[in-house]
């Protein structure tokens, strides 16, 4: 099966609708790190929450440049032609973009609040206030680029 490209509103319903995402940070001298995150899309934008010191804030503030993937490893496929001829079935995505710590509480709280409705699923919760935001760091990442593929078996 030949990979398929997804179109830009697919990638953007497949990177929405998973739950745990990969960040990639890089250092001043170009060192990169790579941190799984929970996080929420909205309105384009990729939103994550951290404790307020670490390494990847450490990155984020000498370098912006980001990149984010999501992904699904469905299985691998096996063939009596040999190993060159097994293949891994998947979907995938990646995004480019830039990251901001999001100074404002309010603005914190909002996203939060978005993060804690995703992950509650669908139960009652209390909602996060601007004193509670100010305990935690969230990023905002600005997609520049997006793209997705996939190689799944035929339907």
Same mark, same amino acid.
């Given at each position: 099966?030949?990979? +398929?490209?997804?179109?830009?509103? !697919?990638?953007?319903?497949?990177?929405?609708?998973?739950?745990?995402?990969?960040? %990639?940070?890089? !250092?001043? =001298?170009? +060192?990169?790190?790579?941190?799984?995150?929970?996080?929420?899309?909205?309105?384009? @934008?990729?939103?994550?929450?951290?404790?307020?010191?670490? @390494?990847?804030?450490?990155?984020?503030?000498?370098?912006? +440049?980001?990149?984010?993937?999501?992904?699904?490893?469905?299985?691998?496929?096996?063939?009596?032609?040999?190993?060159? *001829?097994? =293949?891994?079935?998947?979907?995938?995505?990646?995004?480019?973009?830039?990251?901001?710590?999001?100074? !404002?509480?309010?603005?914190?709280?909002?996203?939060?609040?978005?993060?804690?409705?995703?992950?509650?699923?669908?139960?009652?919760?209390?909602?996060? !206030?601007? @004193?509670?935001? %100010?305990?935690?760091?969230?990023?905002?990442?600005?997609?520049?680029?997006? *793209?997705?593929? @996939?190689?799944?078996?035929?339907?």
């Amino acid at each position: 099966m030949p990979i +398929q490209w997804m179109s830009e509103e !697919d990638a953007y319903r497949f990177l929405a609708g998973k739950a745990e995402g990969r960040l %990639a940070t890089a !250092d001043r =001298a170009g +060192q990169p790190y790579i941190t799984p995150v929970n996080y929420v899309v909205h309105d384009g @934008r990729v939103y994550f929450h951290s404790k307020l010191t670490g @390494r990847k804030l450490d990155n984020l503030a000498e370098n912006e +440049q980001v990149c984010f993937e999501v992904s699904d490893a469905i299985k691998i496929t096996n063939s009596d032609a040999g190993p060159c *001829s097994c =293949a891994t079935r998947y979907s995938s995505v990646l995004a480019f973009g830039t990251a901001r710590i999001l100074s !404002d509480e309010t603005e914190k709280a909002r996203v939060l609040n978005l993060l804690v409705e995703k992950y509650a699923g669908g139960k009652a919760f209390a909602p996060v !206030d601007e @004193r509670q935001a %100010a305990g935690c760091a969230v990023v905002e990442i600005r997609i520049k680029e997006i *793209s997705g593929k @996939r190689n799944v078996d035929p339907e």
